[in-house]
């Protein structure tokens, strides 16, 4: 701890270069993770599950796998470095409500953007979402922006841009507002998240944090889809038993997993750096839809992934400055703080 009461990022010198390497394969893998979600939801959408019916389920053996996990010991904390429910403090409690609710916006906008706009331009417009998470941990002090950081950020946006154009070509583009809202609402969600998730509630395991959300998410969505007339979709597994294999692979895959991977690499990292990083998801996306959905991989789309290794590589070789605002004490730092500067 600093004098004026700032933590190191865990990302700098003082953890040593290996933790950050560490911290940023950790957010790489998660995203090649997330990116089995574009061809998983191809796949529901053409066997009938609708987008709410599909994130309900997604996160219900999402769920069912943390607590298998967490009752084999995966990520649970030793008995002596478990903080008791009743002394985390109300600030950390509030924060984690809100990573619910960011996370829960992000997944049900981003599967209904995908219906109202091609694919492709859906997730061009999502991943603003590095962008904003620099912007809001700078003006805030939360976070150095640096010359490396920059150009890295230039580099993630740039690759993503072409990966993800690469896969309009030759395709019919779908195109309404209503799509473009529900993007950038998922991009919102998505920068809420991972800046709340950096040390919002830094007294919770990030097992028991994905576990959480996961909870959240599957009740959620299961009644807004029984409120809204999606019942049927809902209910299509039990009359057709082949969906279960895909909906308890995205649970897993696509789910349970990166989820607990990405909120780990969010506190070993940072936001912006994690942000920058989850930016390598349409790139094996694209991979991945070439391989399973027959989609041309085209060179721009190979020339943008190498730009997003190369960004990598640049914030694993520029480690963040001591004086980096990283935030608060266990108390966290909620919404309302992102406007204000870092408590001391």
């Not at 893998?29 to 574009?38: P, V």
């Not at 008995?79 to 829960?104: D, V, W």
């Not at 919102?188 to 919770?204: A, D, H, P």
Request: with cysteine.
């Amino acid at each position: 701890m600093s004098k004026n009461g700032i933590q190191p990022n865990p990302g700098s010198k003082t953890n040593g270069g290996k933790s950050q390497l560490a911290g940023i394969l950790i957010v790489l893998s998660a995203a090649a993770l997330f990116s089995t979600l574009g061809v998983l939801t191809n796949l529901a959408f053409e066997s009938g599950i609708s987008p709410v019916a599909f994130a309900a389920w997604r996160e219900t053996f999402g769920a069912i796998t943390m607590m298998i996990l967490l009752l084999f010991g995966v990520g649970r904390p030793a008995r002596a470095q478990r903080i008791p429910f009743s002394q985390i403090p109300k600030s950390e409690l509030r924060n984690l409500c809100i990573g619910a609710l960011a996370f829960m916006t992000y997944s049900l906008a981003i599967f209904y953007a995908f219906v109202h706009l091609t694919v492709a331009l859906a997730y061009l417009l999502f991943y603003i979402n590095p962008a904003l998470v620099t912007l809001i941990s700078t003006v805030t002090g939360r976070e150095v922006l640096t010359k490396p950081k920059l150009i890295a950020l230039l580099l993630a946006l740039g690759g993503s841009t072409m990966a993800i154009v690469g896969q309009m070509f030759g395709t019919e583009v779908r195109f309404d507002w209503i799509g473009i809202a529900l993007a950038l609402l998922a991009a919102v969600g998505m920068s809420v998240y991972i800046l709340v998730g950096r040390s919002g509630y830094s007294s919770v395991p990030a097992s028991y944090a994905t576990t959480i959300f996961l909870v959240a998410g599957a009740i959620a969505f299961a009644i807004i889809g029984f409120s809204f007339g999606d019942k049927d979709s809902l209910l299509l597994p039990f009359q057709d038993g082949s969906h279960w294999p895909l909906l308890m692979f995205a649970g897993v895959i696509a789910a349970a997993v990166p989820t607990m991977m990405l909120l780990t690499g969010i506190r070993m990292i940072g936001a912006t750096r994690s942000s920058m990083l989850q930016i390598f998801e349409p790139v094996v996306g694209s991979v991945l839809a070439a391989i399973f959905l027959a989609q041309q991989l085209y060179f721009v789309q190979i020339v943008g992934g190498a730009l997003i290794l190369i960004a990598a590589y640049i914030l694993q070789r520029s480690p963040e400055p001591e004086v980096e605002a990283a935030i608060a004490e266990p108390a966290g730092v909620s919404v309302s703080d992102l406007g204000s500067s870092v408590k001391q």
